[in-house]
């Protein structure tokens, strides 16, 4: 993970199951997904926070993070979460457009992120990213990335490239 998440701004039950001293069973059904009482943006910020550990809870909460389910990330998605979060969760969901497009106008969203959902996207998402001119006008790096994922379209990379040109950006990822 890129960008770091402030453990202190959880409410309490999350930051009790985060405690690495905290009951077991506990960390083991929120590795699950499974959180009473949380609300869905704090429910994945855990699971995040306990994928970023090693042994059997941290491998449960990594193959958790792929396949969290639908309402629960419809919920979080339109919640408030860390820019961390958003950030653990692209590579997980650069394949799948419909979440992509959630994370890339969640207002958290870090570039950091956008640059991951653009070199690892396939090309429904690649075209996702490039469709925001005005963000990669600010952020060249994504245009960088976007170039080199070889699922972006060729007319697409062709687009943003003519559109650096013309706003005579420095790309210095990209030779020639």
């Given at each position: 993970m890129n960008v770091p998440i402030d453990i202190t701004q959880l409410p309490v039950p999350a930051q009790r199951i985060?405690?690495?001293?905290g009951p077991e069973p506990l960390r083991k059904m929120a590795a699950r997904g499974?959180?009473?009482?949380?609300?869905?943006a704090d429910t994945i910020?855990?699971?995040v926070l306990l994928a970023e550990g090693t042994g059997e809870i941290a491998d449960t909460a990594r193959t958790t993070l792929g396949k969290l389910p639908t309402p629960l990330l419809n919920g979080a998605l339109t919640g408030d979460l860390?820019?961390?979060?958003?950030?653990?969760?692209?590579?997980?969901?650069?394949?799948?457009p419909e979440i992509a497009q959630k994370l890339l106008t969640h207002p958290a969203i870090?570039?950091?992120?956008?640059?991951?959902?653009?070199?690892?996207?396939?090309e429904a998402v690649?075209?996702?990213?490039?469709?925001n001119e005005e963000?990669?006008?600010?952020?060249?790096?994504?245009i960088e990335k976007l170039y080199l994922n070889k699922a972006t379209r060729m007319s697409t990379a062709d687009r943003i490239l003519e559109l650096a040109v013309r706003n005579k950006l420095d790309l210095q990822g990209i030779p020639a």
């Open positions: 985060l405690d690495p001293n499974v959180v009473p009482g949380l609300k869905p910020t855990v699971v860390p820019a961390g979060v958003l950030d653990a969760m692209a590579p997980h969901f650069a394949s799948n870090a570039i950091a992120t956008v640059e991951t959902l653009a070199a690892l996207g396939n690649t075209e996702i990213v490039a469709t963000r990669l006008l600010k952020y060249p790096s994504i």
